[in-house]
Antibody
Framework: EVQLVQSGAEVKKPGESLRISCTGF????????ISWVRQMPGKGLEWMGR????????NYSPSFQGHVTISADKSLSTAYLQWSSLKASDSAMYYC????????????WGQGTTVTVSS | QSALTQPASVSGSPGQSITISCTGT?????????VSWYQQHPGKAPKLMIS???NRPSGVSNRFSGSKSGNTASLTISGLQAEDEADYYC??????????FGGGTKLTVL
């Protein structure tokens, strides 16, 4: 079965660092891009950025550029979303999703990772 | 890039048809045939329902269809069923090379 499995919920304090993961199963991980999508509580979907696991090339939304880092390890079939210094406003659900290219739909989604940032 | 505009809510009775609109600009919806629609049930991940304006992925019911006219894309659900009650999001490729989502529409089945 083709699936993306994300790491578990995180509770962090402001200023702490965090890396969450998204592991692909059942398909050639390097053959699809991985995007990260944020959903704040009660709000809509926001595209954060994407990575091509075959060469680790990334694109970011201007809204998230400089605030997060997307990386991947194709040998582990895993993509990552990382923060160096969390803020309370980073509290949200984060989804990873795969797609063939920027013009194509995201056909497989992870189950989501809840990040809570609170002092 | 501003979010695409969707109605906040729509409703319909079982068996009826409903249409959800998604309005953008010539830099996104109007400029490309790369509009997707996603269904999200509460507490669940989004699910791709339509890609490339009107293509249904394998396994998606043919009660779901998509279309586009000018800067507005539409998702139509026919033969409304209780299980269709969910949030729906459109997404489009943009001239900046990145995708943008709509604000989402809550579908209520009466």
């Amino acid at each position: 079965e083709v699936q993306l499995v994300q790491s578990g919920a995180e509770v962090k304090k402001p200023g702490e660092s965090l890396r969450i993961s998204c592991t692909g199963f059942g398909y050639s991980f390097a053959g699809y891009w991985i995007s990260w999508v944020r959903q704040m509580p009660g709000k809509g979907l926001e595209w954060m950025g994407r990575i091509d696991p075959s060469d680790s090339y990334t694109n970011y939304s201007p809204s998230f550029q400089g605030h997060v880092t997307i990386s991947a390890d194709k040998s582990l079939s895993t993509a990552y979303l990382q923060w160096s210094s969390l803020k309370a406003s980073d509290s949200a659900m984060y989804y990873c999703a795969r797609h063939r290219g920027m013009t194509t739909g995201m056909d497989v989604w992870g189950q989501g990772t809840t990040v809570t940032v609170s002092s | 890039q501003s979010a695409l505009t969707q109605p906040a809510s729509v409703s319909g009775s079982p068996g009826q048809s409903i249409t959800i609109s998604c309005t953008g600009t010539s830099s996104d919806v109007g400029g490309y045939n790369y509009v997707s629609w996603y269904q999200q049930h509460p507490g669940k991940a989004p699910k791709l329902m339509i890609s490339d304006v009107s293509n249904r992925p394998s396994g998606v019911s043919n009660r779901f269809s998509g279309s586009k006219s000018g800067n507005t894309a539409s998702l139509t659900i026919s033969g409304l069923q209780a299980e269709d009650e969910a949030d729906y999001y459109c997404s489009s490729y943009t001239s900046s090379g990145a995708p943008v989502f709509g604000g989402g529409t809550k579908l209520t089945v009466l």
